[in-house]
């Protein structure tokens, strides 16, 4: 497991590209065997954040009640878990990430809920946009046009500008809480 997680990392330094932040896919890293390997490797590597999926369900269900939030309860206790070992290794965190329950489903009405509902500090939204639904390598179900849609709709726009949240991403400057859990 070190030896592909330094892969990966190596792999992402050769294209030149600045570090910003690392993830996994599935959130694999909530598991703290696989977060102390990859916050290790991370830190050698510069990374100055990691991702702590934790999505505040309250939200989720007040944006849309027929989605069910990521077993909060169990999800909330490993990223517990997860923020307060990347803490201790000097890594940053956001306070939330949206993207959880809506993956590969962002929809305007979904983004512009969670624009109009932030809760204060910092806090990730991914997507997956794209201008196809289907291409090598896409995930079966994603909207990806109707995410690429979501971010760029006016409304979406103005919501973001009416937030008071700055715009940026982790490695932007944006000044991290570093305080625990």
Do not use: C
């Not at 330094?6 to 590209?17: K, V, Y």
């Not at 991702?51 to 007040?62: D, F, L, T």
């Not at 969670?114 to 939204?125: R, T």
């Amino acid at each position: 497991m070190a030896a592909e997680i330094a892969a990966q990392f190596e792999l992402f330094a050769a294209t030149g590209l600045p570090l910003d932040h690392v993830n996994t896919h599935k959130h694999f890293h909530l598991h703290p065997v696989i977060a102390g390997a990859l916050i290790a490797t991370g830190k050698r590597f510069g990374a100055p954040a990691i991702r702590v999926p934790a999505e505040p369900a309250a939200v989720v269900r007040a944006i849309d009640p027929a989605v069910a939030a990521l077993a909060p309860r169990l999800l909330g206790q490993w990223a517990r878990v997860l923020r307060a070992q990347a803490r201790r290794a000097g890594m940053a965190t956001p306070d939330a990430v949206f993207g959880l329950a809506w993956s590969g489903a962002m929809t305007r009405e979904r983004l512009k809920g969670v624009l109009e509902s932030l809760p204060p500090g910092l806090v990730e939204i991914y997507t997956h946009p794209a201008t196809a639904n289907a291409f090598a390598g896409h995930a079966s179900g994603y909207r990806y046009t109707d995410e690429l849609a979501a971010l760029t709709d006016p409304d979406a726009i103005a919501a973001v500008r009416g937030s008071g949240h700055r715009l940026g991403g982790f490695g932007d400057g944006v000044r991290w809480d570093a305080s625990p859990v």
